[in-house]
């Protein structure tokens, strides 16, 4: 895993500096077979030194679908004089031979995936996906199955080569979480940024980590919440300690039910605990969920009913 994975940062031949001697072989011609994208640059360019590793990591990640070329203006102003350079970064790109597409100044990382990928795609070919892209699916799938210790294996190598990946890490929480590591899946989470805990990811996977410690707690109760549940239909306290304990047991949709319950007997039992329980589920669940989907417009009907 970890071989494939640091791939996709290694440029593997996909990089050279050209000079004017070089320049028509390097891009005009090479670009006959796969496209060519330029950076013109200047060791006294500030922006350059941040878009040149930034282009760099995108072209290793595209897979061989196309080259970088970079050119230093200050050591070849002639070719920098026939390609009209007035302003550094400028990057082209060429396509059998002619140039197709290009930009000038610093770009964020987003639009030049989006570049190379026009680029590509001018070119007759597509980029499919990179290493850690595939490695992310597969990450998933394995969650999907039940096959926890892969996924967290996978999400664990993918964190290592890519520490700001949220899915990923909110993969990895998760899958510490369902192995009853909540305490490292509380310090996976607590190194997300302050800014980046919003994500959908990182929300979803806090919101199951704070259920867990809740739902634990009722765990080993179900038998004798259901007894009460049964003997009083409006024991709301014990229906609501019972849905925790079913979804402690990965009952999850037994638990929506419960709450539901609770909302529509009484909403304002508890301050409202029943309906916010439900919204810490879903955003445990994640909304992708199909289940999630289906519940949200079970509460709205009964909320609007």
């Given at each position: 895993m970890?071989?494939?994975i640091?791939?996709?940062?290694?440029?593997?031949g996909?990089?050279?500096?050209?000079?004017s001697?070089?320049?028509?072989a390097?891009?005009?011609?090479?670009?006959?077979e796969?496209?060519v994208?330029?950076d013109?640059?200047?060791?006294?360019?500030?922006?350059?030194?941040?878009?040149?590793p930034?282009?760099?990591?995108?072209?290793?990640?595209?897979?061989?679908a196309?080259?970088?070329?970079?050119?230093?203006?200050?050591e070849?102003?002639?070719?920098?004089?026939?390609?009209?350079?007035?302003?550094i970064?400028?990057?082209?790109?060429?396509?059998g031979g002619q140039?197709?597409d290009?930009?000038?100044?610093?770009?964020p990382?987003?639009?030049?995936?989006?570049?190379?990928?026009?680029?590509?795609?001018?070119?007759?070919?597509s980029?499919g996906?990179?290493?850690?892209?595939?490695?992310?699916?597969?990450?998933?799938a394995?969650e999907?199955?039940?096959d926890?210790?892969t996924?967290?294996?996978?999400y664990?190598?993918?964190?290592?080569?890519?520490?700001?990946?949220?899915?990923?890490?909110?993969?990895?929480?998760?899958?510490?979480?369902?192995?009853?590591?909540?305490?490292?899946?509380?310090?996976?989470?607590?190194?997300?940024?302050a800014?980046?805990?919003?994500?959908?990811?990182?929300?979803?996977?806090?919101?199951?980590l704070?259920?867990?410690?809740?739902?634990?707690?009722?765990?080993?109760?179900?038998a004798?919440?259901?007894?009460?549940?049964?003997?009083d239909?409006n024991d709301?306290q014990a229906?609501?300690?019972l849905?925790?304990?079913?979804?402690?047991?990965?009952?999850?949709?037994d638990?929506?039910d419960?709450?539901?319950?609770?909302?529509?007997?009484?909403r304002?039992?508890q301050?409202?605990?029943?309906?916010?329980?439900?919204?810490?589920?879903?955003d445990a669940?994640g909304?992708?969920?199909?289940?999630v989907?289906?519940?949200?417009?079970?509460?709205s009907?009964?909320?609007?009913?």
């Amino acid at each position: 895993m970890e071989a494939i994975i640091g791939q996709s940062t290694a440029s593997a031949g996909l990089t050279k500096n050209a000079t004017s001697a070089t320049f028509m072989a390097d891009v005009v011609e090479a670009s006959q077979e796969t496209p060519v994208i330029v950076d013109f640059w200047a060791p006294w360019c500030e922006p350059c030194k941040t878009l040149g590793p930034i282009i760099e990591k995108a072209v290793a990640a595209a897979g061989g679908a196309i080259k970088l070329v970079k050119v230093d203006i200050d050591e070849n102003k002639e070719i920098a004089a026939q390609m009209r350079i007035q302003s550094i970064p400028a990057v082209f790109a060429f396509v059998g031979g002619q140039p197709v597409d290009g930009f000038v100044g610093a770009q964020p990382e987003s639009e030049i995936k989006n570049f190379i990928a026009r680029v590509v795609e001018k070119a007759g070919g597509s980029i499919g996906p990179t290493p850690l892209e595939s490695a992310m699916e597969q990450a998933r799938a394995a969650e999907d199955t039940g096959d926890i210790a892969t996924a967290g294996a996978i999400y664990a190598e993918i964190v290592k080569h890519e520490p700001e990946n949220l899915p990923a890490v909110a993969g990895m929480a998760r899958a510490l979480l369902a192995q009853g590591q909540s305490d490292a899946a509380r310090e996976i989470l607590d190194t997300v940024p302050a800014d980046k805990r919003e994500d959908a990811d990182i929300k979803s996977a806090t919101a199951a980590l704070i259920l867990a410690a809740k739902a634990g707690e009722a765990a080993g109760q179900a038998a004798a919440l259901e007894a009460s549940v049964a003997a009083d239909a409006n024991d709301h306290q014990a229906r609501f300690d019972l849905a925790l304990a079913y979804y402690a047991t990965g009952r999850a949709e037994d638990a929506i039910d419960h709450l539901l319950t609770i909302v529509q007997k009484k909403r304002s039992w508890q301050d409202d605990a029943a309906r916010k329980q439900l919204i810490e589920i879903f955003d445990a669940l994640g909304a992708t969920n199909p289940l999630v989907d289906s519940s949200r417009r079970r509460l709205s009907t009964i909320l609007f009913s």
